[in-house]
């Protein structure tokens, strides 16, 4: 499959080849950007979660186009809750506008609806379009969404040592079962694989608490980009970035 990609700093395109064989099962993007890119066009912040939604869009077509099996957005915060409520508010009210307007493209595409993070925190409103998506969704074989809401990675092992410990008192499990699989399998990801490839926009290089746990070996790629501008030719070169790497998982070829 040819792609083109478009070096904007360059004003030229170059010509890539992604492998569809090694497409990566598992992309997790940290959406990083809206309110720098709004306020370099002297627009409220709120505009710029608004452009983020049409990129949301965008990247989930194309991530069901190639064949990705799972895509994780990180799209609230635990620490997210610190912005002014205004924002807050704006970003809740475009999740529910997010599901209403797309859930039945979604569904016709045979996309699961997911979200991952203590839902329980949001606004009704919002835990209960959650819901229904993943009810109308989750019979579905194709591509698997998972929004990242109030989710943060400390949190998730926080709450995953818990649930440990809560089986332990009950007898379910012995400590000499306790390793790294049984582990993974209190997440909130415990029936998906770890991410292949994170993606992170706008500049910043760092998880930012973003599954901090399943990122042990994943591959990183960083662009200056900013959430609002990415596009599927970005997409392309993170995944071709992605299978030029040396994959060793510590071992050596």
């Not at 969704?137 to 969404?145: E, H």
């Not at 012995?174 to 582990?183: F, P």
């Not at 998880?207 to 591959?219: K, R, V």
Request: one cysteine or more.
């Amino acid at each position: 499959m040819w792609n083109f990609f478009n070096d904007k700093s360059k004003n030229e395109k170059t010509s890539i080849s992604l492998d569809m064989n090694n497409i990566p099962k598992h992309i997790g993007i940290i959406m990083d950007g809206n309110g720098r890119w709004a306020k370099e066009r002297n627009l409220p912040r709120s505009m710029g979660h608004k452009a983020g939604v049409e990129t949301i869009r965008d990247i989930v077509k194309e991530c069901d186009k190639i064949g990705v099996k799972y895509l994780t957005l990180y799209a609230f915060s635990t620490e997210n809750w610190k912005r002014p409520k205004d924002e807050v508010n704006a970003l809740m009210k475009l999740l529910v506008q997010y599901l209403r307007k797309e859930i039945e493209e979604l569904h016709s595409n045979n996309v699961i609806v997911n979200s991952i993070g203590d839902t329980s925190k949001l606004p009704e409103i919002c835990q209960q379009e959650l819901k229904d998506a993943y009810e109308k969704t989750k019979n579905n074989t194709g591509l698997t969404l998972n929004l990242a809401l109030n989710y943060g990675g400390r949190d998730e092992i926080i709450r995953a040592v818990k649930l440990l410990y809560n089986d332990i008192k009950d007898g379910k499990v012995n400590e000499d079962d306790i390793d790294e699989n049984m582990i993974s399998n209190y997440l909130y990801t415990s029936h998906m694989p770890d991410p292949d490839l994170i993606i992170r926009p706008s500049g910043e290089k760092r998880l930012s608490n973003f599954l901090i746990w399943q990122c042990a070996y994943a591959e990183f790629w960083y662009s200056d980009i900013k959430w609002p501008d990415f596009n599927k030719d970005y997409l392309h070169k993170a995944i071709y970035d992605y299978q030029n790497r040396d994959r060793r998982f510590g071992g050596v070829k």
